[in-house]
Each structure stands twice: as structure tokens, then as C-alpha cells.
């Protein structure tokens, strides 16, 4: 079975919190038993001998420059297994949302920028570090993956990788969305719990975080739970048309 795997989060080495562990071990076992496809962007702090490494573990890898990076020189370019090189023009964001500006310190131009974020959240309904860590040029790369047939399965490390499956893929592939933590279930228990370090924040994107995530769960032929706090929480904000995608924890690979 070819797998085409989405993660925004560069996952080797393993070294950097939870969700590089959880990407790097799930994608070790699956490679030992499929044809994994692997789609990563790349941060400053990747190097050149973390992506060779990468690449054995894997089919087919294709690694792209990360949208928040500094330009580096071969930035237009990604190398896949076999040594070819492809473009990786700009194909524009999914429904053309504009860019974010920049977050700059202190004074007005910063309380601009943060009604201008909360703003573009409540009009396109998707979290502003979604859209800031988009690639078009993944996007472009998936979707000639997808439209020539050359994966059975899609899946999104993590839920911020949802925003590269687009909702017509599951009448020609099975997508499934590995969420890792519910987003909306972990900011009501922050609020719930006091540990929120900015509580009127947190209040205001609460709707907007249940209804982002009602929404791109709702494109996923199914979802992955990976602890059952998060299959309680998602089983509780999903529909009941929706929850039965809850299933059960992911086991450990």
C-alpha cells in the first residue's frame, strides 16, 4: 500500500517534544510495512545530514522550504529520493486567504496585528499558525500525487497538516487524520483548569477552535485518537454522524 504522509514537522531526530516522537515512531513502523511517500518542511535548524538520514526511512521524500523560514539559497528547489530536482512555485493558499502580517513588538502596529489574525480566524475558520505554516508548494506537489494516482492513503501528522487534504480526495483515496491532540479539547481544558497563560484569548477562540475542528474532521475518512483523553474529547464535539470516525487509540507502532 502507498501512503502519502503530511507533516508540517521536520521528524528526524526525534529530539523535540511529542509530536516528532510520535510522527518519527509511527512513521518508522509504517515504512516497514509500506510504501510511505513523505512530505516535510524544512526549518534553519535542519540540516543536510538529518535529510539523508531522513530519506532511508522512507519511499519517496520530498522536503520543502518552511513558509516562516529565512530564504536560503536553494529555497525554489526540493530533492527527492532519486536525486531529481522540482520546482516548488507558489500555487497560491486553498480559497486564497490573504497572507498574515507580521507580528511586530510593542504598541499599536502589535494589537493591529492581533485583531487582524483573530479577524482573518473568524472569517476563513482556520487557525492563524495553520495558515503561517502553509506550503504552497507541498500543496502542488500532493495534489499531482493524489490526481495521477500514485498513493491509496493519505494521512495528517498532527491536525495542522489537515489543511492539506482536500475534501474531494476521499472519493479516490482513503484520508485519515492522525490528530494527536484535540485543539479544541485542549483549550477548554486549559481554561477549565486555570493553566491558560492568556485566558481572554483562550475564551474567544474556543467556538472558533470547535468549529474548525468539526470542520476538517469532517473531509477525513477517518480519524486517530492517540491517547483516550483525546477520543473522549473528540467523541464529545463531534457529531453523532462524525464520532463513530473517533475509533480507538492509535497503538503504539
Known amino acids: ?47 543536510d545530514a538529518a ?12 522536503v520543502f522550504p518552511h513558509p516562516l523560514a529565512p530564504p536560503q539559497p536553494r529555497a525554489g528547489l526540493f530533492r527527492g529520493n532519486h536525486g531529481e530536482i522540482a520546482p516548488t512555485e507558489n500555487q497560491g493558499f486553498v480559497g486564497a486567504m490573504p497572507p498574515y502580517p507580521p507580528s511586530t513588538e510593542g504598541g499599536l502596529n502589535r494589537i ?22 502553509y506550503s504552497p508548494a507541498m500543496q502542488h506537489w500532493a495534489d499531482e500525487l493524489v ?8 494521512t495528517s501528522e498532527h491536525s495542522v497538516n489537515e489543511i492539506y487534504v482536500r475534501p474531494e480526495w476521499r ?31 483562550d475564551r474567544l477562540n474556543l467556538p472558533l477552535l470547535a468549529r474548525y475542528e468539526k470542520r476538517y474532521c469532517s473531509k477525513f475518512s477517518r480519524i486517530v485518537a492517540t491517547t483516550e483523553t483525546d477520543r473522549q474529547q473528540l467523541l464529545e464535539l463531534l457529531s453523532p454522524a462524525d464520532s463513530r470516525r473517533g475509533g480507538a487509540p492509535c497503538p503504539p507502532p
Open 1 to 47: 500500500m502507498k501512503i502519502l504522509m503530511f507533516s508540517s514537522t521536520f521528524p528526524y531526530p526525534p529530539t523535540q517534544g511529542g509530536t516528532q516522537v510520535r510522527t518519527w515512531n509511527l512513521l518508522k513502523y509504517l515504512s516497514s510495512h509500506h510504501y510511505v511517500i513523505l512530505g516535510t518542511l524544512r526549518s534553519p535548524d535542519v540540516t
Open 51 to 62: 535529510i539523508d538520514e531522513l530519506r532511508q526511512h522512507v519511499a519517496e521524500l520530498a
Open 112 to 133: 493591529l496585528g492581533k485583531v487582524h489574525r483573530f479577524n482573518q480566524f473568524v472569517l476563513s475558520g482556520t487557525p492563524p499558525n495553520v495558515i503561517s505554516s
Open 147 to 154: 490526481a495521477f494516482g500514485k498513493c491509496d492513503v493519505v
Open 171 to 201: 472519493e479516490k483515496v482513503l484520508t485519515v487524520a492522525n490528530i494527536h491532540s484535540s485543539v479544541w479539547g485542549t483549550c477548554r481544558q486549559m481554561l477549565a483548569t486555570g493553566t491558560s497563560e492568556k485566558p481572554l484569548r
